[in-house]
């Protein structure tokens, strides 16, 4: 009898996988539920969630929460880096650089596909919910929303943020939560309250070129230590870099990182808070893509296995409901008095009717339907630009399979300029974030990160173009 089920479940995985590799569902299309697959193959339940455990060992499908099982792309991974052998790891005094302004600039020029933004698509947030809340929250406090909310902040809006951030393991009393303007201003707070001028920051790499250039505008240095797609930063090349560097902080986004979407396993998140505890150096932990997750659960925070208040937690809600309210927070343990101090000195307080409005959504109860939504939406879109990356682009392109966020991070072929093809893409009307960027030093250059915020004919022609300008560049 078992043999019979064995052999079952393998002919239902072959069946399926054989419709994938016949074109009859493509990346992004959903497969068979398994109840319906249940009852047109007479198998039973048990059996049909064999044969997909099997598809999704094999990468052909994947499991998208409240929503069912759908087709993968079919797309090379990019190689885990090799860390076992020791780098010379030194810190480097950033520079400022054009191309990262000319970037941001892109971002705003409605001229331009924006594939290079890591900024959600106003289609998928609750817009008009939002501003209808903000109107009415406004109305309802009255003089209080147009005073300072002194820090820490709004006290609802601490409570709810306290309450909700047990579902990414930490345990906060609303007195520990400091309401910041967006999560970049936690960051800066952070590395005030942690750092002084010509102290070594480390950090991950790739890493998000904004905090490349904040470290360099607060006069301090940065050190690049590896990462991979699939665990983030190395614990072992951290090791290293402490036991040969002096350094001062380390800023990570353990949770889908930016630009891999590398999701850190709990056991390294783990290490990694004990590594910098031991030595006594403070993580700072930006987090605000950890809602944004495709699998059955949250991933937890590494801030959940501190003991000692030496993590300080950044987050907002920029990435989920509306970056222009420029709502975020901090949990900062033992720097929290320090940080409160800063907030104050730098502008007093955040905005007050953007934090009426995002309490009173968080109250009641829209927040969860509306991350289940766009969590849809997204693990659609990476699928669906991920495999037309895999059309378009030249062959020996490699590319993340994020499980989470809206970022993909694309490796062409080495004698493709990332800058070259930045600047011709812009020419033909696509914004593009360029791999050298997301370094201190000559890597990634034939690297770029594309944003997955919206998936429609468009940015498919705008993909295709790049792929087009790829291969001129391959070629020529």
Same mark, same amino acid.
């Given at each position: 009898?078992?043999?019979?089920?064995?052999?079952?479940? *393998?002919?239902?995985?072959?069946?399926?996988?054989?419709?994938? *590799?016949?074109?009859?569902?493509?990346?992004?299309?959903?497969?068979?539920?398994?109840?319906?697959?249940? %009852?047109?193959?007479?198998?039973?339940?048990?059996?049909?969630?064999?044969?997909?455990?099997?598809?999704?060992?094999?990468?052909?499908?994947?499991?998208?929460?409240?929503?069912?099982?759908?087709?993968?792309?079919?797309?090379?991974?990019?190689?885990?880096?090799?860390?076992?052998?020791?780098?010379?790891?030194?810190?480097?005094?950033?520079?400022?650089?054009?191309?990262?302004?000319?970037?941001?600039?892109?971002?705003?020029?409605?001229?331009?596909?924006?594939?290079?933004?890591?900024?959600?698509?106003?289609?998928?947030?609750?817009?008009? %919910?939002?501003?209808?809340?903000?109107?009415?929250?406004?109305?309802?406090?009255?003089?209080?929303?147009?005073?300072?909310?002194?820090?820490?902040?709004? *006290?609802?809006?601490?409570?709810?943020?306290?309450?909700?951030?047990?579902?990414?393991?930490?345990?906060?009393?609303?007195?520990?939560?400091?309401?910041?303007?967006?999560?970049?201003?936690?960051?800066?707070?952070?590395?005030?309250?942690?750092?002084?001028?010509?102290?070594?920051?480390?950090?991950?790499?790739?890493?998000?070129?904004?905090?490349?250039?904040?470290?360099?505008?607060?006069?301090?240095?940065?050190? *690049?230590?590896?990462?991979?797609?699939?665990?983030?930063?190395?614990?072992?090349?951290?090791?290293?870099?402490?036991?040969?560097?002096?350094?001062?902080?380390?800023?990570?986004?353990?949770?889908?990182?930016?630009?891999?979407?590398?999701?850190?396993?709990?056991?390294?998140?783990?290490?990694?808070?004990?590594?910098?505890?031991?030595?006594?150096?403070?993580?700072?932990?930006?987090?605000?893509?950890?809602?944004?997750?495709?699998?059955?659960?949250?991933?937890?925070?590494?801030?959940?296995?501190?003991?000692?208040?030496?993590?300080?937690?950044?987050?907002?809600?920029?990435?989920?409901?509306?970056?222009?309210?420029?709502?975020?927070?901090?949990?900062?343990?033992?720097?929290?008095?320090?940080?409160?101090?800063?907030?104050?000195?730098?502008?007093?307080?955040?905005?007050?009717?953007?934090?009426?409005?995002?309490?009173?959504?968080?109250?009641?109860?829209?927040?969860?339907?509306?991350?289940?939504?766009?969590?849809?939406?997204?693990?659609?879109?990476?699928?669906?630009?991920?495999?037309?990356?895999?059309?378009?682009?030249?062959?020996?392109?490699?590319?993340?399979?994020?499980?989470?966020?809206?970022?993909?991070?694309?490796?062409?072929?080495?004698?493709?300029?990332?800058?070259?093809?930045?600047?011709?893409?812009?020419?033909?009307?696509?914004?593009?974030?360029?791999?050298?960027?997301?370094?201190?030093?000559?890597?990634?250059?034939?690297?770029?990160?594309?944003?997955?915020?919206?998936?429609?004919?468009?940015?498919?022609?705008?993909?295709?173009?790049?792929?087009?300008?790829?291969?001129?560049?391959?070629?020529?």
């Amino acid at each position: 009898m078992a043999m019979e089920s064995t052999l079952l479940y *393998e002919r239902v995985a072959a069946e399926i996988a054989g419709l994938i *590799e016949g074109g009859t569902f493509r990346a992004g299309n959903r497969v068979p539920s398994i109840r319906q697959l249940s %009852k047109r193959m007479n198998a039973s339940i048990n059996t049909v969630m064999q044969a997909y455990a099997v598809l999704e060992d094999r990468h052909l499908i994947e499991a998208r929460p409240q929503s069912g099982y759908y087709v993968r792309a079919r797309a090379p991974e990019i190689f885990e880096p090799d860390l076992t052998t020791r780098q010379i790891i030194t810190p480097a005094t950033v520079t400022i650089s054009d191309l990262c302004q000319q970037v941001i600039r892109n971002m705003m020029n409605h001229d331009l596909l924006p594939l290079g933004s890591a900024i959600p698509h106003p289609h998928n947030l609750p817009t008009g %919910k939002l501003n209808r809340m903000m109107a009415s929250e406004c109305r309802r406090f009255g003089n209080q929303s147009v005073g300072y909310m002194m820090p820490p902040g709004n *006290e609802r809006l601490r409570i709810q943020i306290a309450q909700r951030s047990l579902v990414a393991g930490i345990g906060a009393r609303p007195d520990e939560v400091l309401i910041t303007s967006g999560c970049v201003e936690a960051v800066v707070l952070a590395l005030r309250a942690t750092c002084r001028t010509g102290d070594t920051v480390a950090v991950e790499s790739p890493f998000y070129f904004n905090f490349l250039q904040l470290i360099a505008e607060l006069g301090l240095k940065a050190l *690049e230590i590896p990462s991979t797609p699939r665990e983030g930063i190395s614990i072992e090349a951290l090791r290293y870099a402490i036991d040969h560097n002096r350094i001062s902080a380390c800023l990570v986004i353990p949770n889908f990182g930016n630009p891999l979407g590398s999701l850190m396993p709990d056991d390294r998140k783990k290490e990694l808070v004990e590594l910098l505890c031991q030595h006594e150096i403070p993580l700072i932990e930006d987090d605000i893509y950890g809602d944004l997750y495709f699998g059955p659960q949250r991933p937890i925070a590494a801030k959940s296995f501190d003991r000692t208040g030496s993590v300080i937690y950044c987050s907002s809600f920029s990435k989920t409901l509306a970056p222009g309210y420029r709502v975020g927070w901090a949990m900062a343990g033992r720097y929290q008095t320090d940080m409160e101090r800063l907030k104050t000195m730098i502008n007093l307080a955040t905005s007050s009717p953007p934090q009426l409005a995002i309490a009173e959504f968080l109250a009641t109860g829209g927040y969860d339907h509306h991350l289940r939504t766009i969590q849809r939406i997204h693990s659609r879109n990476l699928s669906q630009m991920a495999e037309a990356v895999v059309r378009y682009f030249p062959s020996g392109t490699r590319m993340t399979r994020p499980a989470g966020g809206f970022m993909l991070w694309v490796e062409m072929p080495s004698e493709i300029d990332a800058i070259q093809l930045f600047h011709r893409a812009v020419e033909n009307g696509v914004s593009i974030a360029p791999g050298p960027l997301f370094s201190l030093t000559d890597k990634y250059r034939n690297y770029i990160r594309l944003s997955s915020a919206l998936w429609d004919d468009r940015v498919e022609q705008g993909i295709r173009t790049l792929g087009t300008l790829a291969h001129d560049l391959q070629t020529g």
